[in-house]
């Protein structure tokens, strides 16, 4: 479907049948056992020739995905490099070695009871990961996105399921990224919600990443907890970024940060994770109009799906039930961007239902008399991807820094939430439900940790080791060698 | 209980109401705060101090937990020591830093898009953690055991749910150990089963830790299903630690073998999760012999519950209708050892069921003709924390290695399961039912990270910091900056 018209664009995608759905995971499990025996640096290079792919088709990638997103030349152009880039940083992942948590504790017989010497390390899980593709990033979040180059890394066969919002696509992505792999049954790909049914209980699938809704992030762990084992689940769902502009910030500029709420409000027509949602201010009309001004000059925008466009309008809805609207953008493709206000103690009464995500460009202003009794308030919200703030003297931050870093996974000092760099200390993930394991990430160099658990060799003979466990360390991995990091 | 006796010993131990465990979890709670804002070196000085009391209060302590478990001075004196080790072993894992995964990137304005700095590290999960005692281990896997320890070393306070099985020993180790807290209310205590659903469900309570069997595990994961947020459970659960004999291993000291496996098998009446439940050797009537006659000179003794004591009747029954008996040997406390064992074809016809754990000193021995035709037998057992192989030749090996990791969390030549070493390279996990987290340990220094969560701080003031994440890194924890491990 074309989200500019709403018309349908070629010929209906058929849905995988069960039996296709078991074929498909069951030949990734089969080039799986190669690949979880394929040398590190060999996995790097295979990486890397995905990342050398995805660019090298940029131009009949992105006109597949703009037909399917509407998101337009520049976006998307970024996203390629950006998916392209992010399995670079996982090919750096695998040469460096960190990621394998290597510990060595030889022999020790002096001990009571003696030691036997010990060595771990992180080995792929073993079985098929199966991935959710988001609606939200046709490249960076679906096939070619970070649940799938972390996987990939891990040793782990990987077995998509499309998003109905840009299925043409996806197989056009799956088959760019097939040509660099040594093994094409290692990505497989499926359609249709009854699809991903039978892939997350699939016997041979070890564990699922997921990038959506809170409701369908139910839904997938429902289908897990009626499978006889438990395995893991890794969600990133709703979340709604609250910002906390403290009064200190009023001694900068007011008209900046205004214009930076609203820009990132509406970047992306408000359809990112770590849209801020939710804006704490003191009650101090010059800002608040500055606010009101800034989100009157934005524009809307095409959504992507109908689903995600009803999905606005009733978070809208809800919005305007209990709060009046401090200011209404354009609108741009039928899409309005909305700020409604409401004061601190009327917001602490509609807790729960008024930190609700509304997925999209509309967010509530909340306004504070007395920036003592936040704390109390933010302490109340549900987990998020990030918590921001606003402030020109640090000093004033610290009775509210520890609740941030305990209500979210990310906290930011005078910038945005939207933007998630791709990087060695990024961690995208929260309390629930902004992810369902608030240990883990899914962007940056440590989501390889969700496809990873240990394997310890207990006085295993030196020639059935990993090289990565033998005393020689031929490969330079980082290590813990009795206790002592080299 | 007195297990010798089966007569009850002192007055009933109430069972906590859940107004009570409410009260328990909201002080360990409050009592958590400070706790998690508690610098790494104090909570470390803390640690050794509970390491210190525990050996000092030895005799009143073991006195206490022979009266309700029948273990002896012996084992139960071994037991303290290890214990006060795992609370010394935390407190280096805490001075040295490591379990932070501290990362460090500085801003890079010259990316496309400019990277903000950004630095993360390990923080305590935001709530109380619950741990339901184990059996097995008074000490070592109960309120004084690494559930616990490692727990408080993350920063988390605790509330444990005593074992039915030693609920006095239970009520003495927790006094023992808050004398040396900052705060009584940070290691709370209930008991009953009821008091356990309160716990698994008060929203205060970030995650799970429980020793115990599959039926158990599986509820209390039924219990987290009900809660809105799906917290970590971490349980170690059922085992049956298959030990495979190669046809090389015949050319080695076959009695020692079998004693080996005897000794293994009856250690402790076969009351450990590591227990040799299974034993894959060449059908060699010497080595049979030996096994046999190994057995029939192992004695029995009492179990620790009447409900474990059925469980082994069950399962030693359900054994006995599936092969014949290969040898027993004498009674102790009523509990007889007991072999049974079948060609590996009849196994393979009778699995899953034939692979279920009998917990107590009861195996299956499974011979075969063709060692080739063992691996894919081995693929299809049930995830152990363990998996042993005997042979003099490692190259015989090499067939069946990776798929014992694949089963298995711990691989071990050319010895037994029992005996888990405490240190930074052990890994007691594995996959299911093993482990409800194949990923995660429950003994050595790693356990730590079951109970830790990554925050990212984005351009945050250096005077908001941890101090571990400041540029001058003033407690020279161990970081990965800019990419580089220093």
């Given at each position: 479907?074309?989200?500019?018209?709403?018309?349908?664009?070629?010929?209906?995608?058929?849905?995988?049948?069960?039996?296709?759905?078991?074929?498909?995971?069951?030949?990734?499990a089969?080039?799986?056992?190669?690949?979880?025996?394929?040398?590190?640096?060999?996995?790097?290079?295979?990486?890397?020739?995905v990342?050398?792919?995805?660019?090298?088709?940029?131009?009949?990638?992105?006109?597949?995905?703009?037909?399917?997103?509407?998101?337009?030349?520049?976006?998307?152009?970024?996203?390629?490099?950006?998916?392209?880039?992010?399995?670079?940083?996982?090919?750096?992942?695998?040469?460096?070695?960190?990621?394998?948590?290597?510990?060595?504790?030889?022999?020790?017989?002096?001990?009571?009871?003696?030691?036997?010497?010990?060595?771990?390390?992180?080995?792929?899980?073993?079985?098929?990961?199966?991935?959710?593709?988001?609606?939200?990033?046709p490249?960076?979040?679906?096939?070619?996105?970070?649940?799938?180059?972390?996987?990939?890394?891990?040793?782990?066969?990987?077995?998509?399921?499309?998003?109905?919002?840009?299925?043409?696509?996806?197989?056009?992505v799956?088959?760019?990224?097939?040509?660099?792999?040594?093994?094409?049954?290692?990505?497989?790909?499926?359609?249709?919600?009854?699809?991903?049914?039978?892939?997350?209980?699939?016997?041979?699938?070890?564990?699922?990443?997921?990038?959506?809704?809170?409701?369908?992030?139910?839904?997938?762990?429902?289908?897990?907890?009626?499978?006889?084992?438990?395995?893991?689940?890794?969600?990133?769902?709703?979340?709604?970024?609250?910002?906390?502009?403290?009064?200190?910030?009023?001694?900068?500029?007011?008209?900046?940060?205004?214009?930076?709420?609203?820009?990132?409000?509406?970047?992306?027509?408000?359809?990112?994770?770590?849209?801020?949602?939710?804006?704490?201010?003191?009650?101090?009309?010059t800002?608040?109009?500055?606010?009101?001004?800034?989100?009157?000059?934005?524009?809307?925008?095409p959504?992507?799906?109908?689903?995600?466009?009803?999905?606005?309008?009733e978070?809208?809805?809800?919005?305007?039930?209990?709060?009046?609207?401090?200011?209404?953008?354009?609108?741009?493709?039928?899409?309005?961007?909305?700020?409604?206000?409401?004061?601190?103690?009327?917001?602490?009464?509609?807790?729960?239902?008024?930190?609700?995500?509304?997925?999209?460009?509309?967010?509530?202003?909340?306004?504070?008399?007395?920036?003592?009794?936040?704390?109390e308030?933010?302490?109340?919200?549900?987990?998020?991807l990030?918590?921001?703030?606003?402030?020109?003297?640090?000093a004033?931050?610290?009775?509210?820094?520890?609740?941030?870093?305990?209500?979210?996974?990310?906290?930011?000092w005078?910038?945005?939430p939207t933007?998630?760099?791709?990087?060695?200390?990024?961690?995208?993930?929260?309390?629930?439900?902004?992810?369902?394991?608030?240990?883990?990430?899914?962007?940056?160099?440590?989501?390889i940790?969700?496809?990873?658990?240990?394997?310890?060799?207990?006085?295993?003979?030196?020639?059935?080791?990993?090289?990565?466990?033998?005393?020689?360390?031929?490969?330079?991995?980082?290590?813990?060698?009795?206790?002592?990091?080299?």
């Open positions: 479907m074309d989200p500019r018209t709403g018309q349908a664009v070629g010929e209906p995608i058929p849905e995988s049948t069960g039996e296709q759905v078991a074929a498909v995971v069951e030949a990734a089969t080039a799986g056992l190669a690949w979880r025996a394929t040398p590190a640096a060999d996995r790097a290079a295979v990486l890397e020739a990342a050398d792919a995805l660019p090298a088709n940029a131009e009949g990638l992105w006109r597949a995905a703009d037909a399917e997103t509407a998101l337009g030349e520049v976006r998307l152009r970024g996203e390629i490099a950006r998916s392209a880039g992010q399995f670079r940083l996982f090919a750096e992942v695998l040469r460096d070695g960190g990621y394998l948590d290597a510990i060595i504790d030889h022999a020790d017989p002096a001990l009571t009871p003696p030691r036997p010497d010990l060595r771990r390390m992180n080995r792929p899980l073993p079985g098929v990961v199966g991935v959710f593709a988001a609606s939200n990033f490249f960076a979040f679906s096939v070619a996105g970070g649940d799938v180059a972390s996987a990939l890394a891990a040793g782990c066969p990987v077995v998509v399921k499309a998003h109905p919002g840009h299925p043409v696509l996806s197989g056009l799956a088959a760019v990224i097939r040509g660099a792999l040594p093994d094409a049954g290692l990505l497989g790909l499926v359609q249709g919600t009854e699809a991903g049914r039978y892939l997350v209980q699939h016997p041979a699938v070890a564990a699922v990443g997921f990038t959506g809704s809170i409701p369908g992030g139910k839904a997938i762990q429902g289908l897990i907890n009626e499978r006889p084992d438990p395995i893991p689940f890794y969600g990133e769902l709703g979340s709604v970024n609250p910002v906390v502009v403290l009064p200190s910030a009023l001694n900068g500029d007011v008209a900046a940060l205004a214009a930076g709420f609203a820009g990132s409000l509406t970047l992306g027509v408000g359809q990112f994770c770590t849209n801020p949602g939710l804006l704490f201010v003191p009650d101090d009309d800002l608040v109009k500055a606010i009101g001004d800034a989100v009157a000059g934005t524009t809307g925008g959504m992507l799906t109908p689903k995600i466009r009803e999905g606005y309008d978070g809208v809805a809800r919005l305007a039930r209990s709060a009046p609207e401090l200011a209404a953008g354009s609108a741009g493709g039928n899409v309005v961007p909305r700020v409604f206000a409401v004061d601190l103690d009327a917001f602490a009464d509609g807790l729960p239902d008024l930190a609700e995500e509304c997925f999209g460009p509309a967010a509530l202003v909340v306004k504070y008399r007395d920036i003592s009794s936040v704390g308030v933010l302490e109340r919200l549900p987990g998020s990030t918590a921001t703030v606003h402030a020109t003297d640090p004033e931050a610290e009775p509210i820094a520890d609740v941030l870093t305990r209500v979210a996974g990310r906290v930011i005078n910038g945005w933007g998630v760099a791709v990087c060695w200390a990024m961690h995208h993930g929260g309390p629930w439900p902004a992810s369902t394991s608030a240990a883990h990430t899914s962007v940056g160099s440590t989501a940790a969700r496809w990873l658990a240990p394997v310890a060799y207990q006085s295993w003979p030196e020639a059935l080791l990993p090289a990565e466990l033998r005393d020689a360390n031929p490969l330079a991995v980082p290590r813990r060698v009795d206790g002592s990091l080299s």
